[in-house]
């Protein structure tokens, strides 16, 4: 691979090519378990987009596949490296172009981390809200790859809705530049959508044009306490039905509230089933709050509790944002991300349950219940070979699982090596076919992070 790494130095400042299996061996994979991943070649950091078009140009001259990544905070395996390939990291491509108040939208490249993005908008009382829990650390460039959900999808939806337009590198180097910079916009098919959850095997998205939102008001919250998840999911499908639109409605197991219970000590009663958490952020949250609260009741909570203030919010939401780490303490965890309709939430987490039961693990769910995506997050023993055959086999289950009840494999982590077998299986032979065929047309070589989705 010399001549690659010469070719490579060429159009590139110094530093930018790095070769030190030290440093490479770090930017092998994503956060996802259960995924195979190569040794690159080589990790470049191009910090512009003609040097990003000079490492596609030599990829395509040479035949090396290609992986792009980000911050690499992703749980599919879509960042995992193939053996021999060039790492394209994108994270120093970390300007803010633009954000403009009266046009409502930011201009950025793909390494702004989200977190910047939201705090940026947020200095002209604007919002970008799609909020992965990874916000403070993923980038934008990896939100649209993979099509990145958050805790407020249910009021202000995912991040293919606020992607107006992209400029993207193909396999061979060309710029092309996707959808508008204005309100509206429908001339042509819309490529910009089809980047969005592509994963990085179509092209190197490497400017994108994002819509912004005004800030919305400080949330109030509630929490609702059930004896079943029955009783739970019933409460979310009233609220939805009386035509409420919360800024969040999160939904937590028995499993995962015994395991934050132990945590941080919160004094949930044992025997609470599921967790119901509410909040508002219109004009008088407080109403909507006790309309939902009485929902709540009649669907059977045993208990409702509303903030008085903010910060009593922020205190009935720390059990949700504290369920991923109290789970972790039991163990090596995969967290999935199957979505349902809504009202099939109940039968999703009591499968769930009897999935747990049948190979002997501990499975905790959290939902973004005003959606229907649910985490289910299996936790296990690495060092046990027999359980982590168990782990994956109950992966599987709940894949089944999801589509059975009329779901998806994957509401917002992206398939990328760890539901590859399972896409075909959601798309069907034509449709795997047709998205194979696209696949052959932006990148007729295959060298672009080949061995995902696919």
Excluded at 39 to 65: D, G, I, K, W, Y
Excluded at 353 to 377: K, Q, S
Aim: negative net charge.
């Amino acid at each position: 691979m010399s001549g690659l790494v010469e070719r490579l130095v060429v159009g590139l400042p110094e530093g930018a090519v790095v070769v030190d299996p030290a440093v490479t061996e770090a930017y092998r994979h994503d956060m996802a378990g259960f995924c195979a991943s190569g040794a690159p070649a080589v990790v470049v950091f191009p910090s512009t987009v003609e040097e990003v078009q000079h490492v596609m140009r030599t990829a395509t001259e040479l035949r090396v596949p290609v992986v792009p990544q980000g911050a690499r905070t992703g749980l599919s395996g879509a960042a995992n490296a193939v053996e021999g390939c060039i790492v394209l990291s994108l994270v120093k491509m970390d300007r803010i172009l633009e954000v403009d108040p009266v046009n409502r939208i930011a201009v950025v490249e793909p390494g702004v981390v989200n977190a910047v993005l939201s705090r940026a908008a947020g200095e002209h009382g604007l919002a970008y809200p799609p909020d992965p829990s990874s916000w403070e650390s993923c980038t934008i460039g990896g939100n649209i790859g993979t099509g990145a959900g958050g805790l407020c999808c249910v009021k202000y939806g995912v991040t293919s809705e606020y992607v107006l337009g992209l400029d993207v590198v193909l396999a061979d180097g060309r710029l092309l530049r996707t959808g508008r910079q204005t309100a509206k916009g429908v001339a042509g098919y819309d490529l910009t959508r089809l980047f969005v959850g592509s994963e990085g095997t179509l092209g190197v998205v490497v400017r994108a044009v994002l819509a912004l939102r005004p800030a919305p008001a400080p949330q109030l919250a509630m929490v609702a306490e059930f004896a079943t998840a029955d009783a739970a999911c019933e409460a979310v499908c009233a609220v939805m039905a009386a035509g409420f639109t919360p800024s969040l409605m999160e939904l937590m197991d028995a499993v995962s509230v015994r395991a934050v219970n132990r945590l941080a000590q919160m004094g949930l009663p044992e025997s609470t089933q599921a967790l119901l958490l509410v909040a508002f952020d219109g004009p008088d949250p407080a109403r909507e709050l006790a309309a939902v609260g009485e929902l709540c009741e009649a669907a059977g909570a045993t208990d409702v509790v509303p903030a008085e203030d903010q910060a009593e919010s922020e205190l009935l939401l720390q059990a949700r944002r504290l369920a991923l780490t109290a789970l972790e303490l039991l163990g090596t965890t995969m967290v999935d991300d199957v979505a349902v309709p809504r009202s099939r939430q109940g039968a999703m987490l009591n499968g769930v349950a009897e999935i747990a039961e049948r190979y002997g693990l501990t499975i905790g769910v959290v939902c973004h219940a005003g959606d229907g995506n649910t985490h289910p997050i299996v936790a296990f023993d690495a060092d046990d070979p027999d359980e982590v055959a168990r782990a994956r086999e109950s992966f599987d289950a709940i894949m089944a699982l999801g589509l059975e009840l009329g779901g998806t494999i994957t509401g917002e982590h992206g398939v990328g090596l760890l539901k590859r077998d399972w896409l075909a299986k959601e798309l069907g032979p034509v449709g795997l076919e047709l998205q194979k065929q696209m696949k052959g047309l932006f990148d007729p070589l295959g060298i672009l992070n080949p061995g995902k989705l696919f």
